[in-house]
């Protein structure tokens, strides 16, 4: 017997304020943690962190994906390496 496919992730929608104008952005919640992780390091508010990003943004990537591939870059680097 097959168990059902687990939920799809919850999307946790964030507002921002982001040159001035206010905007809202949906991401998992884990790619919000390795954000936040990523911000503290850099001693960032979340909003700051994001506004820097966002001004190196290709104008063809949607402020999400540029935010989910970021954090994602970020955890593979901070994975440990399989031993030799």
Do not use: C
């Not at 929608?13 to 990523?38: C, D, N, P």
């Not at 591939?69 to 390496?81: E, G, I, Y």
């Amino acid at each position: 017997m097959h168990a059902p496919p687990p939920p799809p992730p919850q999307l946790q929608k964030r507002s921002l304020s982001l040159y001035g104008h206010r905007t809202s952005i949906a991401l998992e919640a884990e790619f919000w943690q390795v954000l936040e992780t990523m911000a503290r390091a850099e001693q960032l508010a979340l909003a700051a962190f994001i506004a820097r990003l966002d001004r190196h943004r290709p104008p063809e990537q949607t402020l999400a994906s540029l935010l989910r591939l970021t954090a994602l870059r970020f955890a593979l680097n901070q994975a440990p390496s399989d031993p030799v």
